[in-house]
């Protein structure tokens, strides 16, 4: 089946220390990709996308992820976390075939430590 | 980027009440509307796809006759809770696709928080 994880509910970090979200999709062909965040009772923001090209792209808030085809995988990275990224973030996967629909992940709930 | 406005963000209504929330995009046409429906600490569950001018699609599981959806025009959708009870207390996100876009990203609401008491 079809599916989009995310490996870890609950992360926690220090102000200042690197950041790195896990993302690992099932599809048969490769789909096209997004990182979203979401503040307490807020809707969702997008961080950043992929759709082809250059596999390492830059969202905003300086936010980049990394497109692996060979481990099916779309991490989300920063490298130093600020107290205002503590939010929910999540990735979700778009296909063209079929329903053409976003499909979103689980979700990971991020702490900043200060 | 597009902006997508979710109206009401709060309300608390009665058991029994019909509760109606829009969603409107403000800068784009909007062919495709999307529902969702977020239980706490969750992530987001597809309700259904609201095409203009045509019936909803529902995903399985959902009533349709409880929540209905209206999408009028190319910049409003609605989706009216019926008959409220609060098991449909929730956060439900709505969000749209540009028209006319093969591959495009879609833009959320900012949400609304359903209470029933």
């Known amino acids: 089946a079809q599916s989009v994880t995310q490996p870890d509910i609950h992360i926690t970090v220090s102000e200042g220390a690197s950041l790195e979200l896990r993302c690992n999709y099932s599809?048969?062909?490769?789909?096209?990709l997004f990182w979203y965040v979401q503040s307490p009772g807020q809707g969702l923001q997008l961080l950043l996308k992929?759709?082809?090209?250059?596999?390492l792209v830059q969202g905003i808030k300086g936010f980049e992820a990394e497109f692996k085809r060979s481990q099916s995988s779309f991490n989300l990275r920063k490298p130093s976390v600020h107290w205002s990224d503590a939010a929910e973030y999540f990735c979700?996967?778009?296909?063209?075939?079929?329903?053409?629909?976003?499909?979103f992940g689980s979700g990971t709930q991020l702490t900043v430590l200060p | 980027g597009a902006v997508v406005s979710q109206h009401p963000s709060r309300v608390i209504c009665k058991s029994g009440t019909s509760v109606k929330i829009e969603c409107r995009s403000l800068d784009f046409q909007a062919t495709t509307m999307f529902w969702y429906r977020q239980f706490p600490k969750q992530s987001l569950m597809l309700m259904a796809t609201?095409?203009?001018?045509?019936?909803?699609?529902?995903e399985q599981g959902v009533e349709k006759d409880k929540f209905l959806i209206n999408h009028a025009s190319l910049t409003l959708s609605t989706l009216t809770v019926t008959s409220a009870h609060p098991e449909d207390s929730s956060f439900y996100i709505c969000s749209a696709r540009e028209s006319l876009a093969l591959i495009t990203e879609a833009f959320f609401g900012q949400g609304t928080r359903l209470t029933v008491v």
């Open positions: 599809y048969g062909a490769t789909p096209y």
């Open positions: 992929y759709f082809s090209g250059d596999t």
């Open positions: 609201s095409n203009e001018g045509s019936k909803a699609t529902y």
């Open positions: 979700a996967v778009f296909l063209l075939v079929g329903a053409r629909q976003l499909t």
